[in-house]
């Protein structure tokens, strides 16, 4: 007996890509030693693996190559077998073949382990079938051959429409996998060697290809019945074909066809959805774009990881100490992050009130991840009686000996400025990293409080509220920031918090927040024009894709800090005299309105279950925005005399978010931003902007087209001349001059040594 052992990647590109993607190269490869292998008549059975990872699938970059045709690509060719052909010629085969699955086993090589005819699996190997994820469905059998191997719809339809990752117990328990393994990959491919053999002195194969397999025997009604009702259950839960669920409904249809139909005309059914998304589908190209836009935002340069407070972020046996300045929300939120990733963690307030408060959210929430099982209870209490501590006083204890601090004490220059005046003198380390999560102020104006040598090591570290939920954080460079110190907020940001950090130049609101404005006073402009309702605004924007409209936002938000912001910058009227705010310049656009429904009528939104919406806590949880009589008759006293028809859901989009996105180029051209993916990538994971659409830039790039899009805004900026956000971008009018996209504007370089930011 000979088991050949072939490596899925070829030995010219192991290196490349230790996920093995299994592109062009890699398939060729393949078929060719499996030709080989069924040629040659020493070998009697065959074991697959792929090093340390068996393979993540298909190649996602061949689906959206420029200028090349994904047909071509993928479809496979007299000299490029497809994968669907390389998982028939291996199932087909009549020598056994053995998955020997380590590390990540999707999509693709999901498919390719499961057309085996045995799979041996690492303990710690996880397999799973995400394409939904990226818009597509599994194309090489994965539908058909995951009901057939498990003879359980609902566990089918549960992994593929989530796109989850499988652990190997829970595979086991399937009948996914036949035998798991402790060890090192050698341990795995001998046990796999084990399971060929005894595939050989079975002889006859033929019921291990999945293939001849049935999901529900034929004369089981019952069986037919209970999976076709919960397709129809599973049905109801997805989200709607036009809110991102095309895929979702795709891969229902092709579950739905492995216990409908024969093995052959499932697959056509599979393969028809699969092209047809992959093609005609622009929910999966914006979501392709959106798995890209998010690894190019986190690209962080590795060579620059030195010093001693790199050295404990990157030695894993480390536990870096950490200081959280302020015991509010925000505060007890990023110490909650810190906290789970591993690190000790010391919470300062100088009010005693305010750091119980602190102590008492962080410990509800260590609860909760106890209640919902995503903790083990020793370890909650671990954390919480080991590696957190609090004080009042940073001058005492251990504080000193902090690597990282984050201050998130309330928007005050004056008190964050003293606090970094007193971080300089109190911590020890003279590279620790200094940051401060202020949404609005300046870094520049913080870092202004430390010595020179201080500042280098000071940025902003920008959390989204609530800290332990979001993952987004922006990464807020100052003219002194050292390119070391980005780096290694990106690291920390990314792999010890396994949050999405975007690295931004520093301004007022920074990125995300900085297009906002626009979006939000658009919202409240358009009650004022009478163009459209309260309800009316969110549900255009919320059927649009956006996770809740504009005014609920204000609402979650609270309407208040708008408010306190604009009062700020000197916008806000004198509430006695009426007298418009000292900065509002003649012919400003500017609303009230916004500013009156705080004053007067103390609608600050959900936390005092009142805002633009009524929320009462016997529905939704106190969350659900209830349309207000009292808010729509306020807003009817605010509406212009002059008699506008009402807006279509497609205006309201484009009034809301084209100056939001005009920011964004403005935010480009400025060098606030390095390239249009990132405004994406803080879209998505900040705003709930639908990931569908690939983000705010890539949706007007690609959706709505820059030509329009200048030409909608020059419309607006002449009927609103006093609102600086529809003055169409230098940039745009320069893309559309060129008759060029803002992708490939910044792929083709020409954005480049046009400013002296940092970034
Ligand atoms: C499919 O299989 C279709 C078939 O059913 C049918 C076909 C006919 N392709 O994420 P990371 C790159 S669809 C190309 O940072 P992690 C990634 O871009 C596919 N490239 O690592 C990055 O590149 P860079 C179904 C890929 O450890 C680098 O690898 N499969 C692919 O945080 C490291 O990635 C999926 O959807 C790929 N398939 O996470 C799985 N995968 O260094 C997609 C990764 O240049 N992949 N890259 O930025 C993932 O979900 C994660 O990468 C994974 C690892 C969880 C595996």
Known sequence: MTVKVINIQPPSTAKSNPLNPLSKNVRIHLHKCLEEAYADPKVTSIVLFGGANFSAGADITEFSAKGKDPKEEIEGSKEIPSLEELTRLIENSSKPVVAAVTGVALGGGCEIALSCHFRVAHVKARMGLPETKIGLIPGAGGTQRLPRLSKDIKFTLNVITTGRMVGMSEAKSKRVIDDVVDGGVQDVVDKAKKWAEYGELMGDISHKKSCNQKVVAEDDARGFNSARFICDQVAKKLPHPERGGEAVHGALKAVRASFEKNFDDAMEVESEIFWDLLLNSSQGRGLRHAFFAERAAQKGNAKLLKGPVAAAFLDKKCTPQIGVIG??????????????????????????????????????????????????????????????????????????????????????????????????????????????NTSTLSIDSIASALSEARRPYCAGMHFFSPAHIMKLVEIVVSSSTSPETTALVQFITSKTLRKVGVTVGNCQGFVGNRMINPYSSEAVFMLEEGVASVPEVDKAIYNFGMAMGPLAMGDLAGNDIGYLIAKSKGLTKDPKTGKPGKNRTPGMRYSDLGDDLVIKLGRVGMKKQKGWYDYNHKVGKGRQPLPSKEVAEFVKSYVKKVPRAKFTDNEIVERALFGLVNEGFKILEENIAQKPSDIDVIYLYGYGFPSYRGGPMYWIDNEVGLPYFLKRLQELNKEFPGSAHYVPSKLLKKCVALGIGLEDFYAKGLHLNKSKSKL
Request: overall charge positive; charged content about 20%; glycine content about 6%.
């Open 327 to 436: 015991a509010g929300t925000m505060g007890a939120g990023i110490a909650t992050c810190f906290l789970r990733a591993g690190c000790k963690v010391i919470l300062v307030d100088v009010n005693e009130k305010g750091l119980q408060r602190g102590v008492q959210t962080i410990t509800k929430i260590f609860e909760q991840d106890v209640a919902k099982k995503r903790m083990k209870p020793n370890q909650a209490k671990h954390i919480l009686s080991k590696n957190f501590s609090h004080t009042t006083d940073m001058s005492t204890g251990d504080f000193s000996k902090c690597l990282v601090v984050v201050e998130a004490v309330f928007e005050n220059l004056q008190i964050k400025q003293s606090i970094f005046a007193q971080l300089d003198k109190t911590i020890q380390n003279s590279q620790a990293l200094l940051l401060s």
